[in-house]
């Protein structure tokens, strides 16, 4: 986890460097995943980037055209994995200007707030609490339907939940538990909706498929990504790779997550570091 948390800031710093006006969002995406690679790490899920009011899981596709442009703010969301133990990391930059300044602001400072409660006995409840007041003291909304999570070995998501208010959770975080603490602040209503697919998949229930060719796609899926999201980016290269994917998807045997506009499509910033309880900021 110390590896693959450091592999991960590296990662992120890169790539924020990148984040300008005239950058292909698809080059940005693949530079910052073969950082990972160089590194000695593994993407553990495609690379998003996610645009003004888009708060999550824009992940460049294959043949992505998208070019920042001056005045967006651009949500940067990455994770590495080492032998499966997942780290998740974001940072959001604004392109070119500095009208949101203080909306970015406000999610850095959240975590600021909460680190010195990220150790055992903490309950959860708190650091939400935390999160939503410092995001409204700014003037903005948290976005309650988002948050952060447990993560694992070979797992970006797993429990418990970390909330970005004060859901009432009385659990307490337990000494090296691997968390991953995550506020998005919104000029909007303060919730995300789903939007249209992600181009980003996950394996879901891993049973026989009849099509010889679909299943050697699945064979490459189970062996290279086990149960981590990965892109149509990465296998494209692949026979009947789009073919696979959708028939896939169909049977259930995949999932595709879906893109989460923030319902008002109100501008959104993003901040995220991973932790081990007891043991400080893996980030």
Known sequence: FIESGKISAKARDHGKKMIKEG???LEIAEAVENKM????????????????GLAAHASPGPEDKTILQKGQLVKLDLGAHVNGKVTDTAVTVEVGTNKWAKLIE???????????????????????????????????KPIINLSGHGIGEFEVHTAPTIPNFDNG?????????????EPFATVGVGQVKEGKGSGIYELMNDKPTRSAQVRKVLDYIKENFNT??????????LP?????LRTLEAEGIIHQFAELPEKSNGITSQAEH??????????
């Open 37 to 52: 690679r160089e590194l000695g790490g593994k993407p553990a899920f495609p690379v998003d980037i996610s645009i003004d």
């Open 240 to 244: 009947n790779a789009k073919f696979a």
């Open 106 to 140: 406000a999610v850095e400072k959240s975590l600021e707030n909460v680190e010195k409660l990220i150790k055992p006995g903490t309950e959860i409840r708190e650091i939400g609490k935390v999160i939503s007041e410092t995001i409204t003291s700014y003037g903005y």
């Open 23 to 25: 950058a292909s969002a």
């Open 169 to 181: 959770n009385k659990e307490k975080l337990k000494e090296g538990q691997t968390i991953a603490i």
């Open 274 to 283: 991973s932790y081990m309880v007891g043991h400080g900021k893996l980030t």
């Open 228 to 237: 981590l999201p990965f892109s149509l980016r990465w296998i494209n290269k």
